[in-house]
């Protein structure tokens, strides 16, 4: 738990330069209360203003822009910190394709940015009250902040829209496709494993995002892709192995049809180090706690 500006005082030209995108392992949350931050989640630069909240989850690969006039709170947890109970009120929160950037209720607002406040404050109070107190404080807290900052209406308009008028079929194959995007490949799959019709399973996608199955298994894959040969620096045949292609060439082709370059040319592209006013990406994130 810190603030932006303190993160950046610490670590001087550290991550920003040179930029490299990098794999996050913890929860990085970000409140931004003055100035603007921008910030890479999935190879896509996001925008941060005073009253929005950035929200970088475990296997998203991040790049950090260099240090700008954003203040604010910035907490870092890793995925296990919250109970089960909590963790399935805040399954919509916490999924894979919740937004990255959040603008809670207005009614929630000012009590979200005091209550973070209060957990940066319990934070710096290690030593003031017994240790096991002190620890149960700051989890009390910050399921408290992420129970209302789940009422943010980009999470609730999204949770509803995915399971209206298809008995949750829309949510339950998400949750099936992060678990077996690596092996299954195909609608039919998907249909034989949530016991319902292609057909079924293809109207509830496209009614809640315009997509067919098919197309969002594919942009799953991809976007596992960009990860590995980006931020985690594999090779494109040990990626095209963890996707479950039986070749390498097929890997290769099914990439350069949905990115227009090879995966030796995306990676390079990502590994090169420019000028931020040619390259227009920003710094590298590192995992861990601070």
């Not at 109970?85 to 009590?111: C, F, M, S, Y």
């Not at 700051?138 to 829209?161: E, G, H, K, M």
């Not at 592209?269 to 420019?274: F, L, N, Q, Y």
């Amino acid at each position: 738990m810190s603030t932006v500006e303190d993160f950046f005082a610490q670590h001087d030209d550290w991550p920003w330069n040179p930029p490299r995108p990098g794999r996050a392992t913890f929860h990085y949350l970000i409140a931004v209360t003055e100035g603007e931050l921008r910030h890479d989640v999935d190879h896509v630069t996001r925008t941060v203003l005073p009253g929005q909240w950035l929200w970088v989850r475990p296997g998203h690969a991040q790049c950090w822009h260099p240090p700008g006039d954003a203040r604010g709170p910035f907490i870092l947890f890793e995925p296990d910190v919250l109970t089960s109970d909590i963790a399935r009120l805040l399954a919509p929160l916490t999924a894979h394709e919740a937004p990255a950037v959040l603008t809670p209720h207005p009614d929630d607002g000012a009590w979200l940015q005091q209550t973070a406040l209060q957990l940066l404050d319990e934070h710096r109070a290690l030593g003031r009250r017994r240790l096991d107190v002190h620890h149960a404080l700051r989890r009390s807290l910050l399921a408290s902040l992420l129970l209302r900052l789940a009422n943010s209406p980009d999470v609730a308009s999204a949770d509803t829209t995915a399971g209206a008028g298809h008995g949750g079929t829309y949510g339950r194959f998400v949750d099936a496709l992060e678990l077996h995007f690596r092996e299954l490949h195909r609608a039919a799959d998907y249909a034989e494993l949530l016991g319902c019709s292609v057909r079924t399973l293809s109207r509830a996608a496209r009614a809640a995002t315009g997509k067919g199955a098919r197309e969002l298994i594919d942009e799953r894959r991809l976007l596992e892709a960009r990860r590995l040969l980006g931020g985690a620096g594999w090779d494109a045949r040990s990626v095209a192995a963890h996707l479950g292609f039986t070749d390498p060439a097929n890997f290769g082709r099914f990439f350069r049809d949905r990115t227009g370059l090879t995966p030796s040319a995306f990676a390079a592209s990502e590994a090169t180090v420019a000028p931020y006013a040619e390259r227009g990406s920003g710094p590298r994130g590192r995992s861990g706690s601070r």
